[in-house]
């Protein structure tokens, strides 16, 4: 995408919050460690207009954390949400298993600086949260600065993700 792209972008989500936000779909999902923490952000995000894409897990029993990374990396890659949040007990492993998913940058957030980095820098569409490492409080607002956070477009910073995207297609070619 152009700088022009970004700017306006970043133009937009900065004119009137309450659009931008409202037109957002999320993507989540967890595991029984970050359940809990799910239905916390959940009703969070709903309360603020956006639509919530739900890929569970339901209840406290023990999952395994792959599918959900892979679930909610899938929303992105097709184009069905617009971020994704991920979490388990420590927002690693299922950070691992959406990275998995090409075209996915998932970056695990344990503080507002890592999530407006992971945006300006990274341009990441996934965040994932340990559900075992932070409180709701925190963990609310590390979302809220995930969500309204605007990649910067940097010529550097898009040189970089042009590389792990090349890596990423030269890889996916080898096997096909
Ligand atoms: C589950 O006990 C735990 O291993 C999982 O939630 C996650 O923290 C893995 O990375």
Redesign the pocket.
Known sequence: MTELWYSIKRKIMSLNDNFGVKMMRVALGA????YALKEELKAYLQNQGMTILDQGTDSAASVD?PQFGFQVGSLIRQGDADFGIVI???G???SMAANKVPGVRAAVCADPYMARLAREHNDANVLALGGRVLGADLAREIVDVFLRTPFSGATRHQQRIGQMAAYENGISGKES
Request: aromatic letters at 10%; one cysteine or more; charged letters at 10%.
């Open positions: 595991d029984h460690g970050g954390y388990c007990g420590t690693l492993g299922v």
